[in-house]
């Protein structure tokens, strides 16, 4: 990602707020109603290829929040708040082990909605927004969905932004 900045953007002495945001969609399961656990309501996430999510904190190193593939191919994972909560275990450990700050939390957030259009050229379903920030906000860098696949694959949308002191900015 490449952002420029104005130079009376950022003041001297001033701290970059931010946090990752991730939009998520298994187009495929959008486009054809796909509802794998039959309760009549459509699995916005049912053959999604990603296990996880990729970032930076403060220009360090990748980090990488993971859960186990398994779940996707036992169905275990149909929609955001699925996605969210099986993360949750590689957040604990990531802040325990000091890759995090301690009070970063991975919410999904309905307020922050997105969409894309599908293959057939129709719009999505609105897609929330899955929030990964810290209460006292370093500058985070997404760099990515996680998985063993690639993040493009045909049955994927997806799309990262940043947020920089509530100022969208362009992936």
């Known amino acids: 990602m490449k952002v420029l900045f104005e130079q009376n953007y950022l003041i001297p ?3 970059a707020e931010s946090q990752a945001i991730y939009y998520l ?3 495929d399961a959008d486009l054809f109603n796909v509802d794998v656990n039959g309760d009549g309501i459509m699995d916005p996430l049912a053959n999604i290829n990603t296990n996880g999510l990729r970032f930076t904190v403060d220009g360090g190193a990748v980090g990488v929040l993971e859960f186990d593939k398994q779940l996707l191919l036992d169905k275990q994972i149909l929609n955001w708040d699925d996605f969210v909560d099986a993360l949750q275990p590689a957040l604990a450990q990531a802040i325990a082990d000091g890759l995090l700050p301690a009070d970063t939390t991975l919410t999904v957030d309905n307020t922050l909605i997105d ?3 599908l293959d057939d050229g129709s719009r999505s379903v609105d897609i929330p927004a899955m929030v990964l920030e810290p209460i006292l906000k370093p500058s985070w860098i997404p760099s990515g969905s996680s998985g063993w696949k690639t993040l ?6 997806t799309a990262v932004w940043t947020m920089m002191r509530k100022q969208r900015l362009s992936p």
């Open 13 to 15: 002495g001033e701290r």
């Open 25 to 27: 969609l298994d187009q």
């Open 115 to 117: 969409f894309t259009f």
């Open 152 to 157: 493009w694959a045909s049955t994927t949308c």
